[in-house]
């Protein structure tokens, strides 16, 4: 580490050490879904010092995105800009060192499942249960932490606000045995991709109370993912295992960790952990679904 890096980081350095932005800067992270949250990620991972990002989404730039995708900017032009874009130029403007690979396509493509084998470290910026099971199925098979993350708004007299963090670090625990993960609507979504368009709710709010889709907002989206990047700067320094699960609850201002423990037997982080090839996760590729997990 030259000077000029010592001083950027050096209130790094005095919290976690150099051997842990050492662990940090080797790192490669892919993030899946390159929007509200996933902005927000790429902007504090490049912060950090991460050098290698993967970046997934099909995705472009929409006039509704403007209210809080860090990095996007007023004469964007929409249609026209691609969210892996946003991304790659929000991490150059920090450090233009960074290696950014681009995948704008659905995670279910083989360069996607490539990027992501290849990788160290999964985020999930998703919103559908198809995505989730897919990312927790290939993060397990190949043995990469997957860290998803979620915000919600439920609106009403009181609204109900705020996000959670899962993480499946080492196969001891996944969204599916935390009771997280809907299988059912999962497994729905895959199989039927019709199905997709008629979902009765996203992000926790019913579509007929808002026409399309739920409410989003800047800084509830920052909340849930200073939440995340912190559970991974614990676990890749060694301050301490990440939790499994943290639920931010906005309108009370409290935070709490699961108690849970993960089922001793689930199929998806014990009996697909490691297992790579054997595992048969790419048998989504090609299966007609990607359009429908964009």
Known sequence: MNKRQENRFDRQLRFFGRAGQKRIQSAKVAVVGVGGLGTHVVQQLSLLGVKKLSLVDAQELDETNLNRYVGARHDDPIPGTLKVNIGERLAH??????????????????????????TDYVFGCVDNEGTRLVLTELCAAYAKPYFDLASDIIPGDRPAYGGRVAVAWDGNGCLACLGILDIKDAQLQLARPEAQRDQNAIYGVERRLLGQVGPSVVSINGAVVSIAVTEFVAGITGLRRPFRLLNYYGQSGKMTVSQDEPQTDCYYCKSLWGKSDHAEVERYIGAGIGQWLR
């Open 93 to 118: 403007t920090i450090d233009p060192t960074i290696q950014i690979e681009k995948i704008s396509d659905s995670v279910v493509c083989d360069e996607a499942f490539s990027a992501i084998k290849s």
